[in-house]
């Protein structure tokens, strides 16, 4: 099973054991990228849980995400790219990565998965766009 994928138990054994199986049901019904410690993340997980949308959460502190998942994402993350990263961290600074890298994707997929703490919080993924949860009632634009 690839890293950063969350098979949550209600699945089931058949689905948990084809992880091809279920990547496609958390696409198709999107994921949200989570941090229970945050407030901002815990309050877009109720805003997914009050819009009826069917959605797997992924504890990205938990189940980080591989350079070739954070690509992926990247590529249909609306705003810009350097958004994704916490450069206000301790870790960010101390991490030594180039600021003119900011605006290169690989650079920051490869950050984020040395430094998954790095990630802003919350994501909303429907497959098709992503948008960073800040303010949290932005995701509603994509549910």
Not at 47 to 74: F, T
Request: aromatic share 4%; with cysteine.
């Amino acid at each position: 099973m690839r890293p950063g994928i969350f098979i949550p138990d209600c699945l089931g054994p058949d689905l948990r054991d084809n992880p091809c199986e279920c990547v496609a049901i958390a696409e198709a019904m999107g994921t949200l990228y989570h941090n229970p410690r945050c407030s901002k993340s815990r309050q877009a997980l109720e805003i997914v849980q009050q819009s009826g949308v069917d959605c797997n959460v992924v504890e990205y502190l938990k189940h980080p995400l591989a350079a070739e998942q954070i690509l992926s994402l990247l590529s249909r993350l609306r705003g810009g790219i350097k958004d994704i990263i916490r450069t206000n961290e301790n870790e960010y600074k101390q991490s030594g990565f180039d600021r003119s890298s900011l605006d290169d994707s690989l650079a920051i997929a490869r950050l984020l998965e040395e430094h998954p703490r790095l990630m802003q919080r919350p994501i909303y993924d429907n497959g098709e766009d992503a948008v960073i949860g800040r303010p949290p009632e932005s995701i509603k634009e994509i549910l």
